[in-house]
């Protein structure tokens, strides 16, 4: 299978964004779209591999860009985007909003999902609080606290959380919470927690931080799980 990527500038406002995507070659028919949301670190490796398993699967992916140019690889540069647009969820889902446009644009994409990764996962989620016209959003080891709970109705995106029973970055309070929150919003939503799995257990490389690690299965459990809710969401 031929991979095509085609790296994307584009903008949010005044910020300078830069996103890329990736889809079979050999394919031109219409077909889903998925917003890939890179965790911490920024628009990485491992956010463009994601994107090329979805790719290989049938899907045009775009992966994103949260940051804007010049941030990824300065941690203080990062942390304070984090912070910024963590405390912001309105400018969050704007930034977001923009991916989603672009994917949108491209000629082969019909309905569209989200997938995010620790930082990225919060921001799928974010998204469908909002209610974002999404198929799905799905949170892979993502950050479930808001400062905006989901209003009643509110939740348009079909929900998959996949989590590790082990992370402490995202203790059973905050997936306690999130249950309720997500129960009282009356959305359409599905929790699954992989024993021994900790933070982050999709990353297969990176910087060594207490309570995040790679777990083979869990990575190996949640793509299969991602397969069958895309099945579900786009028929």
Not at 161 to 180: E, K, R, S, Y
Request: charge should be neutral.
């Amino acid at each position: 299978m031929k991979m095509n990527t085609q790296v994307v500038a584009y903008r949010d406002g005044d910020t300078e964004l830069t996103g890329q995507f990736t889809s079979d070659a050999e394919r031109g028919d219409k077909r889903p779209g998925i917003l890939v949301v890179h965790g911490g670190a920024g628009l990485d490796s491992h956010a463009k591999g994601r994107a090329t398993r979805l790719a290989e699967q049938g899907f045009v992916a775009f992966a994103c860009d949260m940051y804007g140019n010049g941030v990824a690889g300065n941690r203080e540069r990062v942390m304070a985007r984090i912070a910024e647009l963590r405390d912001d969820t309105a400018k969050l889902c704007q930034r977001a909003r923009a991916g989603i446009d672009v994917l949108k644009s491209h000629p082969q994409v019909g309905r569209v999902a989200a997938v995010g990764y620790c930082f990225g996962g919060m921001v799928a989620l974010e998204l469908a609080r909002s209610g974002a016209d999404l198929a799905g959003a799905v949170s892979v080891h993502g950050s479930l606290s808001t400062a905006r709970l989901a209003q009643i109705g509110a939740v348009k995106a079909k929900i998959l959380l996949c989590h590790g029973a082990l992370d402490p970055h995202v203790p059973i309070t905050q997936v306690n919470a999130f249950v309720q929150e997500m129960n009282e919003a009356g959305a359409d939503w599905q929790l699954i927690v992989y024993g021994g799995a900790m933070h982050g257990f999709t990353h297969e490389t990176g910087p060594a931080v207490p309570g995040v690690a790679y777990n083979a299965v869990a990575d190996a459990r949640s793509s299969a799980a991602m397969q069958t809710f895309f099945r579900e969401v786009f028929g």
